[in-house]
């Protein structure tokens, strides 16, 4: 029982921050209709923006995590939005967008690894790291405050949506940025917020996860891929559903390993995404989108 306590709150830690990252997957399919295939490196360079405040700048924690979260904002939300998603997004070849994310994953990951480290470099935790006992179990408390603050995180996004004027117009302008637009919404300084708060997400995920599994150039390839199946199975257009996919993926992710075997763990995500398709392919909680053509 108490291996069990164990393995969910793991899971639970786990799957959290696999559904911020999948929040920020459906925030841009919202608002750019296009897959971010660069994701998991948003998720990834965050903490190597903190990183190289305390080493280069000789800043202290705290003062080193706001400068992190600062140039997040203005690189993987200002920038990307404004260079490269605002003069792709109406050209007819929708592909060409997506092409570019993958471009861009393949740049940040490799211009981490040359002009900082190829080696996973230690990251302090926003948490401590000691632990309680439960029922038998040894608790982890850096795990249950990363629970806590991600799922905090995601209540109040979902607060700022559905009950402030900024929120609202924001979904209009994802929904029909057309109408939207008519109705006097500006609908391109909408979709910079999305991006923006979708740059904040991903910071704040790569604060939680790099104290547990190292700063690495390479962290965003295992990100990418898991925050992008738990948006399929909670349904891409739905911020709810890719919270729930990513505590799904992670949850299943730990018991697999524990209970049956660690060499299946990196199929199960495989495999759920396929079932997925072909049985749901909106997810738990999308809705199906029709389109003219």
């Known amino acids: 029982m108490s291996q069990f306590i164990q393995v969910i709150l793991s899971g639970l830690a786990t799957g959290s921050?696999?559904?911020?990252?999948?929040?920020?997957?459906?925030?841009?399919?919202?608002?750019?209709?296009?897959?971010?295939?660069?994701?998991?490196?948003?998720?990834?360079?965050?903490?190597?923006?903190?990183?190289?405040?305390?080493?280069?700048?000789?800043?202290?924690?705290?003062?080193a995590l706001f400068i992190g979260l600062i140039a997040s904002i203005i690189v993987m939300g200002l920038l990307f939005q404004r260079v490269i998603v605002r003069p792709l997004q109406n050209q007819t070849q929708s592909l060409n967008l997506i092409i570019a994310t993958m471009a861009l994953s393949l740049f940040l990951k490799e211009s981490v690894k040359t002009f900082y480290s190829g080696q996973a470099s230690p990251f302090p935790s926003m948490f401590p790291d000691t632990s309680t006992t439960i029922l038998g179990a040894a608790i982890s408390i850096q795990d249950v405050c990363i629970v806590v603050a991600a799922l905090a995180v995601v209540y109040c996004l979902t607060l700022f949506l559905d009950k402030t004027r900024t929120g609202r117009a924001m979904q209009a302008s994802a929904q029909n940025p057309a109408v939207a637009e008519i109705l006097g919404v500006d609908v391109k300084r909408m979709t910079l917020y999305t991006f923006l708060i979708n740059a904040a997400l991903a910071a704040f995920a790569s604060f939680l996860i790099s104290p547990i599994y190292l700063a690495k150039f390479s962290n965003g390839e295992v990100l990418s891929l898991a925050a992008f199946i738990a948006a399929i199975i909670g349904g891409f257009n739905s911020i709810r559903g890719a919270v729930a996919g990513g505590i799904l993926l992670g949850l299943l992710d730990n018991i697999t390993a524990t209970y049956i075997t660690a060499s299946y763990r990196a199929a199960l995500p495989l495999a759920l995404l396929i079932a997925f398709i072909l049985l749901r392919p909106e997810g738990l909680f999308g809705k199906a989108e029709g389109r003219k053509v």
């Open 17 to 63: 921050i696999y559904a911020l990252a999948a929040v920020g997957f459906t925030l841009v399919w919202q608002a750019a209709r296009t897959v971010n295939f660069a994701q998991g490196e948003f998720v990834m360079l965050p903490a190597f923006f903190v990183l190289a405040a305390i080493k280069f700048l000789g800043l202290g924690f705290v003062p």
